[in-house]
């Protein structure tokens, strides 16, 4: 027996919560992605106005991806030209740093950042699945979800450059030696 809303609208937190397909749970993973760059917002420096400036224009984008699929398409090549801009100048900051796997490690709000990092790599999964189950997916969303992820990732970086932080490499014994 399938789960169905009842009919008391404060027990509903979504109109497609109890849907069965891929969609849904990549609206919510873009939902819990814009919360985690919320998250990073609220831990940010004052003296950090760069990225707050940065992360205030990408948070939106989150919610943009979240209905880009089921409704109109509000993603362009604007934002992935303006995301891979910002990638490009805080990669130049942080170009010693960008040497292989760190432990996601840190001060607030490098955790969050850690976090919203693998929330994209969680879209960019579902929309594999939803494109999967025969809805189109324009290449859009998961080329910005893919720079997001880069994005936050390079952030990590930058703030524990700036505050004098060494990130702890981290050496798989899975793959190379």
């Not at 205030?56 to 992935?80: K, Y």
């Not at 809805?135 to 990732?153: A, G």
Request: proline residues 6%.
């Amino acid at each position: 027996m399938a789960l169905k809303p009842g009919k008391n609208l404060d027990e509903l937190c979504y109109p497609f919560i109890y849907e069965t397909a891929y969609l849904c749970d990549y609206e919510v993973i873009t939902d819990e992605l814009c919360g985690h760059i919320g998250a990073v917002l609220a831990d940010l420096p004052d003296e950090m106005v760069d990225l707050r400036a940065d992360l205030e224009q990408l948070q939106p984008l989150a919610f943009h991806l979240n209905g880009s699929v089921r409704g109109r398409l509000a993603i362009d090549e604007t934002h992935i030209a303006w995301l891979t801009q910002r990638l490009a100048h805080y990669r130049a900051e942080v170009a010693e740093r960008l040497t292989g796997f760190v432990l996601p490690r840190g001060t607030a709000p490098v955790p969050q950042l850690h976090l919203a990092r693998s929330a994209a790599k969680k879209a960019i999964r579902a929309l594999v699945r939803v494109d999967e189950e025969g809805r189109e997916v324009p290449m859009l969303l998961p080329r910005l979800l893919n720079l997001m992820c880069n994005f936050c990732f390079t952030l990590t970086l930058v703030i524990n450059q700036r505050r004098g932080v060494a990130e702890v490499p981290f050496k798989s014994e899975s793959y190379g030696r």
